[in-house]
């Protein structure tokens, strides 16, 4: 037959092999699960909340790779860009955005650009 079965705890000794354990706490969870728990995490926010809850966690989520895939997701960069920390550029892009021109000084900075139409799309900004 081959495929999963679903077997009642009381009734795992009639399996001819038995079931592997199942992982109780994190620390007994895979590495490369956490690496997909990780990439499906939609914001910085949440991945920031990862590198909190211990070492293995900190270190999955500081990967580089996930922090480029938040940049070219989220403003727009190339993924050819080759910055020295994409997190570095993420935190960079994020506070701009969030602290320059959805701030109340965005109407300031707003007022040098000509108001012929279109709206903000994304930017990516790499310091090399």
Not at 31 to 55: G, K, S, W
Not at 95 to 124: D, I, P, T
């Amino acid at each position: 037959m081959g495929g999963p079965i679903i077997v009642h705890p009381l009734f795992q000794h009639t399996l001819a092999t038995p079931p592997a354990p199942e992982p109780r706490t994190l620390e007994e969870v895979p590495e490369d699960v956490l690496r997909l728990i990780a990439q499906r995490l939609p914001t910085a926010q949440q991945l920031c909340v990862l590198a909190c809850v211990n070492r293995r966690c900190k270190a999955v989520a500081e990967a580089e790779e996930l922090w480029r895939a938040m940049c070219v997701t989220r403003f727009a960069i190339t993924s050819h860009c080759s910055p020295p920390s994409w997190r570095k550029l993420y935190e960079f892009n994020h506070s701009f955005l969030y602290k320059v021109l959805l701030s109340r000084s965005a109407e300031q900075f707003n007022s040098g650009f000509s108001r012929s139409g279109g709206g903000f799309v994304g930017m990516g900004i790499a310091i090399a």
